[in-house]
């Protein structure tokens, strides 16, 4: 891993290489929304299949759900969104842009190496803190602000065909609503006994006071949760096993555990028992990767009351009725992208001198497996034949441009672990040569072996 000073590197070569791009760009943008292209999608794609085959494939007891973005609107009552899901902002009244509070102390706390809890600070007391400490506007650098006040973060819009007939929805701000409210529905078609979870990739929004650091805080972004229902009693026990499994998931897409660590969370919702962030080292500090938290019965018990449905446990065993506990896994797909890119992106100094930016993705999530390169156009019938009968088992390119230096270039930079050239050789005794990405060292091995030796590779 380089040391990044900042994202501009990433977002340069995502720009360039094809894994994101400015949403509506000949549009001129919009603003803080991603577009993912033809290598960023495999990225992703690759990052979600992982996430699922570990919290859904390999956990005998967990479900997945695909619930929709758009819900009854008391589910947000219920959940609390509607009255208190927002953020502390302030304008400037200098230059009219508009800021987080907390983050804005944060950053000067960071600065000044201050460690003090922010989030449990009241408006009163952030908005003092500013003005005692001159924390300056991050745009026009005057401390003028206007007081703060709570801003909801939920995307509402309207339903209906006629003007007087509207109800207000909401876009969903977090996928795990759609967990709780099929607690009962997976139970009883899955006959899953607590404790038991259930997960959900999708799609959430959120209207931030202020996105930015690229995909790191978007207004439109993936999340990936698993709610875990258990028993009250046993709910620290799966706590720190979530944690843990939280901790092995981000060290298997390749993240270096010295580039993350445990952060308790300062203060506590009322209802919680325990909750902490992962961290990771981003270019820009430390800065969260994914929550844990352990939830007591609140969601639960929050949505029998508001949905007038019992969501008691009946446990066949012990006859007990109960309420489950929920310990929540939650992790923005976007942001461990952003992760994963930051970790993977190297600068090289060969032994000629050259320099090559190579991007060490964990090769299970690395976009394509492998690129066919004949050595020479006349090569083609040949590689192209290879190619067929690759990309029916790896997600696999074909590239015969420029020079074979130039392309093993190219597919660095969108780190393919496997080079293939077809050569000469190829049609004399049936061989081709492997490159290494990461080593750069050749094999030679035989085509009706490659399939195979790049599976035994991939599965190492
Ligand atoms: P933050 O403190 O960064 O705003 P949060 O604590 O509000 O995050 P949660 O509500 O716990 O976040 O959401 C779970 C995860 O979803 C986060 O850990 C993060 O990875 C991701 N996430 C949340 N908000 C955003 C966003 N605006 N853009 C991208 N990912 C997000």
């Given at each position: 891993m380089a040391k990044l000073e900042n994202l501009d590197k990433i977002v340069n070569l995502s720009k360039t290489r094809g894994f994101v791009f400015q949403g509506s760009e000949i549009y001129g943008g919009m603003g803080n929304t991603w577009d993912y292209g033809p290598i960023g999608v495999e990225l992703k794609n690759n990052i979600k299949k992982a996430w699922w085959k570990r919290?859904?494939?390999?956990?005998?007891n967990s479900f997945g759900v695909d619930a929709a973005?758009?819900?009854?609107?008391r589910v947000w009552e219920a959940s609390g969104h509607t009255a208190s899901f927002s953020d502390p902002k302030m304008d400037?009244?200098?230059?009219?842009t508009r800021h987080r509070a907390d983050n804005l102390i944060e950053e000067y706390n960071k600065k000044h190496d201050i460690e003090m809890?922010?989030?449990?600070?009241?408006k009163e007391e952030m908005y003092n803190y500013i003005v005692e400490h001159q924390i300056?506007?991050?745009?026009?650098?005057?401390c003028d602000f206007t007081e703060i006040k709570n801003f909801n973060l939920m995307f509402s819009t309207k339903r209906g065909v006629t003007d007087d007939n509207q109800d207000v929805i909401y876009?969903?701000?977090?996928?795990a609503q759609g967990e709780f409210v099929n607690f009962l529905n997976v139970q009883r078609t899955t006959?899953?006994?607590?404790?038991f979870g259930i997960a959900q990739i999708g799609k959430a929004f959120r209207n931030e006071i202020t996105p930015g650091n690229f995909i790191f805080r978007t207004i439109e972004f993936e999340q990936m949760e698993h709610q875990f229902f258990c028993k009250p009693e046993d709910s620290e026990k799966f706590y720190n096993e979530y944690k843990q499994k939280a901790w092995d998931f981000a060290v298997s897409v390749g993240?270096?555990?010295?580039?993350i660590r445990f952060k308790d969370h300062d203060k506590l919702a009322h209802y919680a028992k325990a909750a902490c962030d992962i961290q990771y080292l981003f270019p820009m500090g430390w800065s969260e990767l994914n929550g844990i938290h352990n939830?007591?019965?609140w969601d639960l018990s929050r949505h029998q009351e508001f949905s007038g449905k019992s969501m008691q446990y009946l446990d066949?065993?012990?006859?007990e009725k109960y309420i489950p506990n929920v310990v929540e896994y939650s992790i923005g797909c976007d942001r461990l992208v952003l992760a994963v890119l930051c970790e993977a992106y190297d600068e090289e100094t060969l032994e000629d001198g050259e320099t090559r930016i190579v991007m060490h993705f964990a090769p299970h999530i690395a976009p394509y497996k492998v690129a066919i390169l004949p050595l020479?156009?006349?090569?083609s019938e040949k590689a192209k034949e290879i190619y067929k009968q690759i990309q029916k088992r790896f997600m696999a390119t074909y590239d015969d441009a420029g020079s074979i230096g130039k392309r093993y270039r190219r597919q660095d930079e969108i780190g393919t672990p496997y080079c293939v050239t077809i050569d000469f050789d190829t049609l004399e005794n049936g061989t081709v040569t492997v490159r290494d990405r990461d080593t750069m060292k050749q094999d030679t091995i035989k085509i009706e072996e490659l399939a195979n030796y790049l599976q035994q590779k991939l599965d190492a």
């Open positions: 919290f859904v494939q390999e956990s005998d973005i758009l819900m009854n609107s400037c009244k200098n230059c009219k809890p922010v989030d449990s600070m009241s300056k506007c991050p745009n026009c650098g005057k876009l969903r701000p977090e996928t006959r899953a006994k607590v404790p993240l270096n555990p010295e580039h939830r007591s019965t066949p065993i012990t006859n020479q156009k006349n090569l």
